[in-house]
């Protein structure tokens, strides 16, 4: 994926041209399909990558129309939810992440874009109330 080789790009410039080309390639699948979900996701993960915060959180809500179950999707708005200080509203997306299978250890434990969440009290009970454990 365009996103994925980015992060390995060599340069800054490689690394602007790639995401640039993947909004294109995003955009274009939504011209032809609006209700593409996985263009509309992976959208929103671009523009976290871009610090697009706003724009994330907007394709997120349209993708979230067209698949409100999917457990990544709804990490990944907790996560926005997060990002932007809102941490009630993400503690509720990662409540219904879980419960809709998101089961991705690894980032409940150290994704920097839900900090905010790890540091709430709630944070701990919430993931223990689904038989998981992510440590202090």
Do not use: W
Not at 4 to 26: C, G, I, P, V, Y
Not at 109 to 129: C, G, H, M, Q, T
């Amino acid at each position: 994926s365009y996103i994925a080789t980015s992060q390995a790009a060599a340069s800054d410039e490689q690394k602007k041209k790639l995401l640039e080309n993947a909004e294109k390639e995003f955009l274009n699948a939504l011209k032809i399909n609006p209700e593409y979900f996985d263009a509309r996701m992976n959208l929103g993960v671009l523009y976290v990558t871009q610090g697009k915060l706003n724009m994330a959180e907007r394709e997120y809500e349209k993708a979230y129309k067209l698949n409100p179950n999917d457990g990544t999707l709804l990490y990944n708005q907790a996560a926005v939810y997060s990002l932007t200080g809102r941490v009630d509203l993400g503690l509720e997306r990662l409540d219904l992440a879980l419960s809709n299978n998101f089961m991705n250890i690894n980032a409940l434990r150290n994704d920097p874009d839900i900090e905010a969440l790890r540091k709430n009290a709630s944070f701990k009970p919430l993931v223990e109330k689904h038989s998981l454990f992510v440590g202090n």
